[in-house]
């Protein structure tokens, strides 16, 4: 036998070698066992898992370290930064190497990771004062079967904009915008006068965007997305009252038909070249649309609290983030000490700019209101009462599917109601 | 490091130990030399392949998965009866096709031109290797921008052409998406193609060209019966390349599209990935994988035969 | 004589169609990096902005924040892993392929074979062993990890183009060395190396392009800017829920800078380090 074909046969004995002491040692075929980590002392490294690219920046981060560090001397923080894209990914893939303690999690991850095992519970940890002292839809981010698996870390929910010079126009006031109905009526007026051809433009594209306005419309027509005992059941009473709703504004010529094709940046870019007059956009759109750089409209924003539908609520969609610790991480004392004091109130307030607070009393400091003002306003009383994407653990999938059949009915290719049903028996099938 | 059995080998002539002997010594430093390439490869990639595939035998639905059955061929069952499973598989049968088709086609032209007398040629050949060099993450954003359904240039062009009326979401719709994410591609790898085509037609000698020219046979002639036979064992090696290549397509797909609208664009490798990583569902994801492998041999096997090659190696 | 000058012009036209589709992408995209975002999103789109927006380049160039400090890491450290791999790539190739140039041994061909072979599996399938490995190895994150990841990727690309263009070298130069005396490695380093340059420089190009455009393993195996490498900063321009393009173009095209310079400086020994191999029947 030649040298290759005994070199190819040594390399298969390895890969027998190998493959037989995988399945000999009894682990399971990922190598996971079901050590879950450990509490570890006060000392050690710990290693953070952040989102970039929106919330605190890598800078405010460094700072919180840095004072972090100061105050507990036996704890080095080390932080690793990766788009919002990359984050879900990277905390699985990392999952088996336990390569980070702390973990950026976002509020549709907790069912998930949980049933997963991937991030630790901590409902246990949990100071009683904080259901009291937290926003109330802000504390439910980490939160899934009854227990919390995250500290809500940066509130967020899509607030309504609207262009003040093109209200007046039609001799429109904030106040009219209060309802839905009252939208309705307003854009009619700017429609009909002229201003712009279609008043309304959304995230609808075929991407969470669309669970999300999708939400504050079910919120606003009083449902929710899943029943207690967690099967979906939008295709029942309000969840088909606000679909309806979404494509009677399609046919009535008020919405942008082009938003089955948008995502957030382009309704913010939409609003901001004056095209559009009132949307629904999350709260950095503010910041864009007053930087003139890219705006057209800049001093003529504004923004409130979502509109609220004939049941009178007007819960924003929580599209908040949380920190967690990593199911496997050795040093979760330590974890939870960082986190308890990057989630404070204090810290929170010092970078204000940066990102919302999660705690009542922030919202009533003259110095923090002063930061923001119209935006903080907006979105203190918002973060109160938020509706959840629905928690389920196959989440991805269901969104997904709920994404097409939205979309089949605002493209008319279903009737709403028919749209929901096969929603609903494909989500609760799997 | 042992010497060759000789197992049988009758030693009828004295030539036959020292013809031996020599191919002993050669598969001796073929060894040696070809160690380190082995180590570089397949020490890397050995153990994972050998891994992913156990993992696809088993029930695996967590990074973090303790219990893990093992399940057989059920991973390999639950794909090949997944709906999602074979339309992401037409779509990238459609993207391939499409994609290679209009390469080789482009590329041939392309190629013409670089082996052309043109005046400043290197010039041109400078400008064609550029989509070649840009990387694919910058040539996806590219294209996502010059698609972008706000402000695209594609739009700002056509309208500004007044070929359309209103700015189209170009990727809104799955079919155009997918259309328009193949019009990325290619734009990229036809001028890979293009210099793959060109070496062959540097090697087709010139004095095939002048007894054509003397039998004064017309353009199309000539390419039909020189340069196209010529030209076979460069364009097997472009089908197959750009043919893996297309099977295997992702990074484009990540940074165009990110597999939507509604699936539009999900193709296998991609479709490998969510289930994968997002659904964390990794027995299937592995056994997704090595039913691509699958498709790409037999592809490959397939175009070997049709263009009588029996090997891609040392051609 | 007219149909011969008919020819060339249209020859030349064609030239300039195709060289205009080229160019004309590349240049929005330069175009895009220096307008202000609010020309950028105005309909009708101004071709032309009114005056030059430099400040991306100026941010990325000389800006302290984050951003730009992760851009020019991940400048140095895609230079850093392409160059590792090239070099890693050449020598073994350039050994790998004399192997399967000028010696005989069995299994040469299906040696071969196993080696393009692994290029056909989908870089999905080795994802988290490799990252398992990796970590174990401590090499997560670093650029040495992606080097290792990146060559295996590489090499047998590179020792397709060698043992195709060694083999266009005639035996004869080599066997007159050995004559003198000179061992085969010997021969191998001063005969068949020195006339097979358009051959490993074309290994080269395409082992610095392959290396300078991975992705995905960038993308999960490192994540700090000690090892991130171009094609990962640039996904991470776009924000979580607006993107300024003209930033994401200036980084992509100064990402394209190096590739394209190599590109050009490499392209005339592509065609000949590639001819010899195509001839081949």
Redesign the interface.
């Known amino acids: 036998m030649t040298f290759t074909i005994k070199s190819r046969s040594a390399l298969a004995g390895l890969g027998l070698l190998a493959s037989a002491s995988l399945l000999l040692s009894g682990c399971s075929v990922t190598g996971a066992n079901t050590s879950s980590g450990g509490e570890g002392g006060d000392t050690g490294t710990i290693n953070v898992l952040l989102m970039k690219q929106a919330g605190y920046s890598e800078s405010d981060v460094a700072t919180m370290v840095k004072d972090f560090e100061a105050k507990n001397p036996k704890i080095k923080v080390k932080t690793t930064f990766v788009a919002y894209e990359a984050l879900h990914d990277k905390i699985v893939t990392s999952a088996p190497a336990g390569t980070y303690d702390v973990v950026h999690t976002d509020v549709i991850w907790p069912a998930e990771f949980a049933t997963k095992n991937i991030v630790a519970d901590l409902t246990s940890k949990f100071p009683a004062e904080w259901k009291t002292q937290m926003l109330g839809g802000a504390l439910a981010t980490g939160e899934y079967d009854g227990k919390y698996y995250g500290v809500p870390w940066g509130p967020s929910t899509k607030l309504f904009f609207y262009n003040k010079d093109m209200l007046a126009k039609v001799g429109a006031t904030p106040d009219d915008l209060k309802t839905w109905d009252g939208v309705l009526a307003v854009a009619k007026k700017i429609k009909d006068a002229g201003i712009v051809q279609y008043p309304l433009a959304w995230s609808w594209s075929q991407a969470e965007a669309l669970i999300c306005d999708y939400a504050q419309l079910l919120g606003a027509f009083g449902g929710t997305f899943t029943d207690s005992s967690g099967k979906l059941i939008v295709n029942q009473g309000p969840g088909v009252q606000a679909l309806t709703w979404m494509k009677k504004t399609i046919d009535d010529g008020l919405t942008d038909p082009a938003s089955v094709t948008f995502l957030e940046d382009d309704t913010d870019k939409s609003m901001a070249s004056g095209k559009t007059a009132m949307e629904l956009n999350w709260e950095s759109t503010f910041r864009d649309l007053q930087d003139p750089s890219i705006s057209s409209i800049v001093g003529k924003a504004g923004v409130m609290q979502t509109p609220a539908g004939p049941s009178g609520a007007n819960p924003g969609v929580n599209g908040s983030m949380a920190l967690s610790i990593a199911s496997k991480s050795k040093h979760q004392a330590a974890a939870w000490k960082f986190i308890e004091y990057v989630t404070s109130e204090a810290v929170q307030d010092k970078f204000i700019k940066s990102n919302m607070s999660d705690w009542k009393a922030s919202y009533t400091k003259p110095d923090v209101i002063a930061t923001n003002p119209e935006v903080i306003k907006a979105a203190g009383s918002a973060y109160d009462s938020m509706i959840p994407r629905p928690p389920m653990p196959n989440y991805n999938a269901v969104s997904q599917t709920l994404q097409v059949e939205i979309q089949n009915a605002l493209l008319g290719k279903k009737t709403p109601q028919q749209a929901m049903d096969d929603a609903v028996n494909a989500a609760n099938k799997g | 490091m ?1 010497v ?2 000789v197992e049988s080998a009758p030693t009828r002539s004295p030539e036959r130990p020292v013809r031996k002997r020599k ?1 002993e010594k ?6 040696w ?6 180590a ?3 020490g ?9 595939l ?2 696809s035998f ?1 029930k ?9 059955p093992f399940v057989g061929l059920d991973n390999y069952v639950h794909v090949l009866t997944s709906a999602s499973f074979w339309s992401s598989m037409g779509r990238t049968l459609y993207f391939t096709l499409v994609s290679t088709a209009l390469e080789l086609v482009l590329g041939l ?2 190629a013409g ?1 670089l082996n ?4 400043a040629r ?1 010039l ?15 040539n996806a ?3 996502k ?2 698609f ?4 695209g ?1 594609f739009n ?1 062009l056509l ?2 052409l007044g070929i359309i009326q ?2 189209q ?1 170009w ?3 799955p079919f155009t998406a997918l259309n328009m994410v193949i019009i990325a591609d290619v ?1 990229k790898n036809t ?1 890979l193609v293009a ?2 085509l ?3 037609l ?2 087709i000698p010139g004095e095939l060209y002048e007894s054509a020219k003397m039998d004064r046979a017309s353009w199309p002639r000539i390419f039909r019966s020189i340069v196209l036979p010529m030209l076979v ?2 364009i097997s ?1 472009v089908l197959v390349l750009r043919t ?1 290549e297309a ?2 397509v ?2 484009i797909i ?2 165009m599209t ?1 597999g ?4 539009g664009t999900q193709t296998v ?1 991609y479709f ?3 289930t ?5 569902n ?1 027995g299937v ?2 056994a997704l ?2 039913l ?2 699958l498709v ?2 037999a592809l ?1 096997a397939v175009y070997l035969r049709l263009l009588r090659r029996s ?5 | 004589m007219k149909r011969a000058t008919r020819n060339s012009l249209l020859i030349h036209i064609a030239a300039a169609v195709v060289a205009l589709a080229i160019l004309a992408p590349f240049a929005w995209m330069i175009i895009a990096s220096i307008s202000p975002q609010s020309t950028l999103i105005a309909v009708p789109l101004k071709w032309i902005p009114d005056h030059l927006y430099l400040n991306r380049y100026a941010q990325i160039f000389t800006g302290a924040d984050n951003g730009a400090q992760t851009f020019r890491s991940a400048l140095r450290n895609s230079t850093i892993v392409a160059a590792g791999t090239v070099t890693i790539a050449i020598i073994v190739g350039v050994l790998g392929a004399y192997a399967f140039a000028r010696l005989r041994f069995r299994g040469r061909k299906t040696t071969l074979m196993v080696f393009l072979a692994s290029y056909m599996l989908p870089q999905v399938a080795l994802l988290i062993p490799l990252y398992l490995i990796l970590s174990s190895l401590g090499l997560l994150d670093s650029v040495v990890g992606l080097i290792i990841v990146d060559s295996a990727l590489v090499v047998p690309f590179v020792l397709w183009i060698l043992s195709n263009y060694f083999m266009t070298i005639p035996e004869e130069l080599e066997e007159a060395a050995r004559i003198d005396g000179t061992s085969r490695l010997g021969a191998l380093f001063r005969v068949v190396l020195p006339a097979a340059k358009p051959g490993i420089f074309a290994a080269i190009m395409f082992a610095f392009l392959l290396a300078w455009d991975e992705f995905m393993y960038a993308l999960i195996f490192t994540s700090s800017d000690a090892a991130k490498t171009l094609p990962v900063a640039i996904s991470e321009f776009a924000g979580r829920y607006t993107t300024d393009f003209g930033l994401v173009a200036a980084g992509g095209i100064l990402a394209a800078l190096p590739p394209i310079v190599v590109g050009i400086i490499f392209q005339r020994y592509v065609v000949s380090g590639m001819a010899a191999g195509a001839v081949k029947g």
């Open positions: 042992s060759a059995s191919r050669q598969g001796r430093l073929a060894f030399l070809l160690l380190p390439a082995g570089a490869v397949f890397v990639i050995v153990y994972p392949i050998i891994r992913t156990i993992i088993f695996v639905d967590s990074a973090l998965a303790t219990d893990t032209i392309v031109l052309a007398k043109l005046r290197w041109f050949r400078a400008i064609v290797i550029i989509p070649w060099a840009i990387p694919t993450i910058v954003a590219m294209w921008g010059i972008n359904a706000q402000y240039a700002a309208s500004q209103h700015y979401a990727l809104g719709d734009w001028s210099f793959f060109l070496a062959g540097t090697s064992p460069s090696i893996v099977f295997k992702f990074d990540y940074a990110r939507g609208p509604v699936n490798a490998a990935y969510t994968a990583f997002s659904d964390q990794f994801g592995s994988s090595y691509i492998v790409i041999l490959t090997e891609m190696s040392l051609l």
